[in-house]
């Protein structure tokens, strides 16, 4: 049911994360001119050289009016977090984040999150000065409807500081065929977990199970469009068709669909055979509510690492020193615990003490 292994191998070993679904920080800003792709310099091998959609459909940073959308109309679940305590890690957690992005091991924890519309848990593995917590990260995540939210188990939620790791320069990108989103915490909001959503809808939810957006069909349909729906989705047949699981999803959604919200006139005619192609094939998915179906679910991960536990759970207490202080009136700050063969016996209330505990 999964893709090949050898296929998911080969796009671990050809590209670098961030290579497959990776959307461009916001501040990426050209746009308009339909001939000036940012994302497609002379020379690149982009699909109908770089044509897209203008104006565009607004997606691209966490104060967009996409994004607006999605918040407005896709509700978010409730969810229980576990925190793992047993010093493992997901082995997809610690390839991407230790082996190919150069993260420390010991700076990551891993999380249960089960949401109140699937009984499967899924994973968060977050660094831990990761600005977004594991709740507020859990939330953007439940707003990811679930019949497309189960095609992934894992989530690897990244620092966005640069001096924690200077040579990581990804946004969000996803394995598909491992059901892993992997990036920065600033990019965990809706649109981008839509657009990496759809590459696993793409790998694993059409029969055969390959790449819809490489099938005749979909080429067909780019083409007889002669645009593709954005400058990112320009890329590669890929990226145009996960780009287009945003506006699928809007249109599902939004009173009045697409149309409606896009009043900043983007001329959808241009794209039609895109939309029409993608809702024939998938569009069942893009709807909000059920529950998740566990014959689509990625399964939970079960091969794990060893890794260093984190070290609040591994500190030994401080203790005290013989005939040290070790209690007080309640501004005492100091150690409370004294070593073998002393115990912490109260002098005054002002003052206690380590001394050798009296043989019983
Ligand atoms: C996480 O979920 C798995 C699978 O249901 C379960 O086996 C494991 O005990 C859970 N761990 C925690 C810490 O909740
Ligand atoms: C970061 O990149 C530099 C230059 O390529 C390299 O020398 C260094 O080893 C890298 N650091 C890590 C942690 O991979
Ligand atoms: C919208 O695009 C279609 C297809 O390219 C074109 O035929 C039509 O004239 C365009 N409409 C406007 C108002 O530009």
């Known amino acids: 049911m999964a893709v090949s292994k050898t296929f998911v191998l080969a796009l671990a070993a050809a590209l670098a994360p961030g290579a497959l679904g990776r959307v461009l920080p916001p501040s990426d800003t050209l746009r308009i001119n339909a001939d000036s792709n940012p994302y497609c310099p002379a020379g690149s091998t982009c699909v109908l050289d770089g044509k897209f959609l203008a104006p565009e459909l607004d997606f691209a940073s966490e104060s967009s009016s996409g994004e607006a959308a999605f918040k407005q109309y896709l509700p978010t679940h409730t969810f229980t977090v576990s925190q793992w305590n047993n010093g493992k890690m997901p082995e997809r957690c610690y390839y991407w984040a230790v082996e190919a992005d150069k993260w420390n091991a010991a700076d990551f924890t891993v999380y249960n999150v089960t949401f109140s519309d699937c009984s499967t848990p899924y994973v968060v593995c977050r660094h831990k000065n990761a600005p977004k917590t594991v709740s507020e990260i859990a939330t953007v995540i439940s707003r990811v409807p679930i019949k497309i939210r189960q095609a992934n188990s894992i989530y690897l939620v990244y620092s966005d500081s640069q001096s924690d790791n200077p040579n990581y320069t990804g946004y969000l990108a996803?394995?598909?065929?491992?059901?892993?989103?992997?990036?920065?915490?600033?990019?965990?909001?809706?649109?981008?977990?839509?657009?990496?959503?759809?590459?696993?809808?793409?790998?694993?939810?059409?029969?055969?199970?390959?790449?819809?957006?490489?099938?005749?069909?979909?080429?067909?349909?780019?083409?007889?469009?002669?645009?593709?729906?954005?400058?990112?989705?320009?890329v590669s047949y890929a990226e145009g068709f996960a780009d287009t699981g945003k506006a699928v999803l809007l249109d599902a959604i939004y009173p009045g669909g697409l149309a409606a919200w896009s009043t900043a006139g983007a001329n959808l005619t241009q794209v039609a055979n895109q939309l029409r192609v993608f809702k024939a094939t998938v569009g069942s998915y893009y709807t909000t509510g059920g529950t998740c179906d566990p014959a689509k679910k990625f399964p939970f991960p079960t091969v794990l690492r060893d890794v260093p536990l984190p070290a609040t759970?591994?500190?030994?207490?401080?203790?005290?020193?013989?005939?040290?202080?070790?209690?007080?009136?309640?501004?005492?700050?100091?150690?409370?615990?004294?070593?073998?063969?002393?115990?912490?016996?109260?002098?005054?209330?002002?003052y206690s003490q380590c001394v050798p505990t009296p043989a019983p």
């Open 313 to 350: 759970t591994t500190r030994p207490p401080v203790t005290a020193t013989p005939y040290g202080q070790c209690g007080g009136w309640s501004t005492y700050t100091g150690p409370t615990a004294c070593g073998t063969p002393y115990s912490c016996t109260s002098l005054n209330p002002y």
């Open 174 to 234: 996803t394995l598909a065929g491992d059901g892993i989103v992997i990036g920065r915490s600033t990019a965990y909001f809706t649109a981008p977990l839509i657009h990496e959503t759809t590459h696993d809808v793409d790998y694993r939810f059409v029969t055969p199970e390959t790449s819809f957006s490489d099938s005749a069909t979909w080429r067909n349909a780019v083409a007889a469009d002669g645009y593709n729906i954005s400058p990112y989705g320009a």
